[in-house]
C-alpha cells in the first residue's frame, strides 16, 4: 500500500538579506566595545578580549561592558552608548 | 540565539562587529541569521565554554577578530559558515540532504490565508517513515502518514477553513503556520479530530514570546500542557490514575502531549542540534499532557483560578520539566516547601497533587491559594546561597537590578541584592507557585516541578 504524505512543515516567513555595515580600515584610533552577554563565562572571556585586543591591534582603545539586562532582553540604552561611541564591537558568547 | 540577534541589531545601526560563537552553537547561529535576513553576519567560534579559553589559546583567536572587523566583505562569506557548520563536531544526528527537504509553496492566498499543501513523498509505510526520519521531521518514533484524507477527516475537528492562519510566530523560528498545518501534524501526532481545538489552542499559546528563550536552550526545557474544561472529557483526556503516564487510557493526553513537540519540529522548525540545544535533554519532552482532575479537586480548578469560566475549555502551556521532585507521600506543606529549596532558577513551580492529600489539606482549611501562598513563604534559603546559583549571574541578578525578562514583570524584589549572606529570602517570586489536581487517589501523592511563564487561553474559538 502507498501513503501520499503531505508536507507538515510550516512556512518560512520572506526574508530580505541585510547587508552588514562597512569594516573599518585599521583599528588604530579607533574604539571597540567588547560586549558580556554574562553566560557561559563570556564575562571571563570578553575582559580577556578587551586587555589583549591593544597587542594584536595597536592603538586601539577596548572597552569591556557587560550586559546589563538578562541575555534575551533588549538594552537600548547600551545599544545607544555602542552606536554613538563605538567604531566597531566585538559580542560574545553562548546563547 | 540572542548573541546573534543583537549582533544584527548592532550592524543595522551601522556599527561594524564581530559574533563570538561557542563551537556547540554555530548552527544555531546560522539558522538565526538567516531568519532575521543577516546570513553574511561576521563570525568567530571559540572552544565551549568561553570562559575557559586560556592564554595559550588568544593568539589563535585574536588575529581572526581584528581580520573580521577590518577585512572586506567576500561574495562567499555565507559558504563559510556553512562549511564551518558541516565541519563542526557539535552536528545534530541527522542532516538535511544537500538539496533540502522539498519547499512549501508560500504564495499567498489573501490575507490571513495560505495555500494547500503539497504531497511530500508517496510510499509504503516504511518509506515514508525513513523520508519523515531523514529530514528530521520526527521526534524519532513512527508516526501516522498524513495523507489528504487522514488530514481532510482531522479538520473536521474545527470550524475554521484548512488556510486560515494560527499564528505567524511559531517558535522557534517564527514560522507562519495554518489550520491544515496543525491538522497535518495531528495526523502525524496521532491525534483525533475531536483535538482539533486543543491542537490549535497549543499553537496559539505556544506563539509568545516568553517561549522563545526556553525552546531554544541548553537546558532541556519540555513544556506541559495542562486542558481544563469540559472539552478535556469530551475527547478522553486522563486526570486519573496514571494521568502523567501511559496507556490506552492515555491515548489522548499522549498523542496531544506528542502533538506539541511534532509541531516545534515541523510548524516552528525545530532541530535537535540546531535550534534545541538542550545538553542532555528530558523525557518529559516526549510527551506531557493531562487534564486536570476537576471533579474530584476540593478547589477550583487551575482555568477558574486564571479568570476562565468553569465551563469554558482552555488550554495552559509552561515552561519547565528539568527539575522534577516527588513523589512526596504526605500533606507536609513544610517538607515539600524545604525539598523545593534545591531547585536551581527558582522562577516558579507546578505542584501536581493528587486528589487525595488536596481534599486533607482543603479538610484543613485550606484553599488552594492557600497552599500556594504557604509553599511560596517557607521556600526560603539564605541570601548568600540564593546568589550563589548557578543561573544567578545570567538570570537572576540582571533582574534584580531591574531589568524584566521577555514577557515577564519583575520577578524577585530588587533589595536581595543588599542582604547580608545569612539573610533569609523567599526563593520563587511571589504568585509563581501554582497547584493542580491530578491523580487517581491510590496513594496521597504530590510532585514538584519547576515549571513557570503559564501560557493560557480559551479553545472555545477554535470548536
Known amino acids: ?95 | 540565539m540572542w548573541g546573534a540577534h543583537w549582533s544584527m541589531l548592532l550592524e543595522k545601526r551601522g556599527v561594524p562587529g564581530v559574533y563570538v560563537v561557542d563551537e556547540p552553537f554555530v548552527a544555531d547561529v546560522q539558522v538565526t541569521c538567516e531568519k532575521e535576513g543577516m546570513p553574511k553576519l561576521r563570525r568567530v567560534y571559540v572552544p565551549h565554554p568561553a570562559g575557559d579559553v586560556t592564554d595559550e589559546e588568544l593568539p589563535d583567536i585574536m588575529p581572526e577578530m581584528v581580520r573580521a572587523l577590518t577585512t572586506p566583505f567576500t561574495g562567499d562569506e555565507r559558504d563559510d559558515n556553512l562549511k564551518r557548520e558541516k565541519e563542526s563536531r557539535f552536528l545534530p544526528m541527522f542532516r538535511e540532504p544537500e538539496d533540502g527537504p522539498p519547499v512549501e509553496k508560500t504564495e499567498e492566498e489573501g490575507e490571513g490565508r495560505e495555500a494547500p499543501s503539497q504531497i511530500a513523498i508517496t510510499g509504503t509505510l516504511e518509506e515514508v517513515q525513513y523520508y519523515f526520519d531523514e529530514n528530521c521531521w520526527t521526534d524519532g518514533l513512527p508516526i501516522v502518514p498524513p495523507t489528504r484524507e487522514r488530514t481532510d477527516e482531522m479538520l473536521r475537528g474545527t470550524s475554521h477553513p484548512p488556510e486560515e492562519i494560527v499564528t505567524k510566530t511559531m517558535l522557534p523560528e517564527d514560522w507562519i503556520v495554518t489550520v491544515e498545518k496543525v491538522a497535518i501534524v495531528g495526523v502525524m501526532a496521532g491525534c483525533k479530530p475531536s483535538d482539533m481545538p486543543v491542537l490549535l489552542g497549543i499553537v496559539e499559546a505556544f506563539g509568545q514570546e516568553i517561549f522563545a528563550s526556553t525552546v531554544r536552550s541548553t537546558t532541556s526545557f519540555s513544556f506541559p500542557i495542562i486542558v481544563n474544561g469540559p472539552i478535556a472529557k469530551e475527547i478522553g483526556m486522563n486526570s486519573g490514575i496514571n494521568a502523567l503516564g501511559s496507556g490506552t487510557g492515555n491515548k489522548a493526553n499522549a498523542t496531544i502531549g506528542r502533538f506539541l513537540r511534532l509541531a516545534l519540529i515541523n510548524l516552528g522548525g525545530s532541530k535537535s542540534g540546531v535550534s534545541d540545544m538542550s545538553s542532555q535533554g528530558n523525557p518529559s519532552k516526549y510527551s506531557f499532557a493531562f487534564a486536570e482532575n476537576e471533579e474530584r479537586s476540593p478547589w477550583e480548578p487551575y482555568h477558574v483560578s486564571m479568570g476562565y469560566r468553569p465551563d469554558e475549555s482552555v488550554v495552559t502551556i509552561m515552561s519547565g520539566g528539568w527539575s522534577h521532585m516527588g513523589c512526596f507521600g504526605n500533606v507536609s506543606l513544610d517538607e515539600i516547601a524545604k525539598a523545593m529549596r534545591s531547585i536551581e532558577l527558582p522562577n516558579g513551580a507546578l505542584l501536581i497533587m493528587d486528589p487525595m492529600p488536596a481534599r486533607t489539606l482543603a479538610e484543613k482549611g485550606y484553599k488552594k491559594q492557600d497552599v500556594e501562598e504557604y509553599i511560596w513563604a517557607h521556600a526560603t534559603t539564605t541570601a548568600g546561597e540564593f546568589r550563589a546559583d548557578f543561573f544567578y549571574p545570567a538570570f537572576i541578578e540582571p533582574v534584580l537590578k531591574g531589568s524584566s525578562m521577555p514577557g515577564r514583570e519583575r520577578l524577585w524584589p530588587s533589595h536581595y541584592l543588599d542582604l547580608g549572606d545569612d539573610e533569609l529570602v523567599h526563593m520563587f517570586p511571589k504568585g509563581s507557585i501554582k497547584v493542580v489536581v491530578v491523580g487517581g487517589e491510590t496513594n496521597p501523592f504530590t510532585q514538584a516541578w519547576r515549571m513557570s511563564h503559564p501560557s493560557t487561553v480559551s479553545i472555545e474559538k477554535w470548536r
Not at chain 1, 508536507?7 to 520572506?14: A, C, D, S, V, Y
Not at chain 1, 575582559?47 to 595597536?58: G, N, R
Not at chain 1, 539586562?69 to 558568547?93: K, R, V
Open chain 1, 1 to 95: 500500500m502507498l501513503y501520499a504524505a503531505l508536507n507538515p512543515r510550516g512556512i518560512k516567513p520572506e526574508v530580505k538579506e541585510i547587508p552588514l555595515g562597512p569594516r573599518v580600515t585599521d583599528l588604530a584610533g579607533k574604539v571597540v566595545y567588547c560586549i558580556s552577554q554574562t553566560f557561559g563565562g563570556a564575562d571571563i572571556f570578553l575582559q580577556k578580549v578587551a586587555e589583549a585586543l591593544p597587542h594584536y591591534a595597536p592603538g586601539v582603545r577596548a572597552e569591556y561592558r557587560k550586559k546589563p539586562a538578562f541575555y534575551g532582553t533588549d538594552d537600548p540604552e547600551l545599544w545607544d552608548e555602542i552606536a554613538t561611541e563605538a567604531d566597531a564591537f566585538i559580542y560574545g558568547c553562548g546563547a
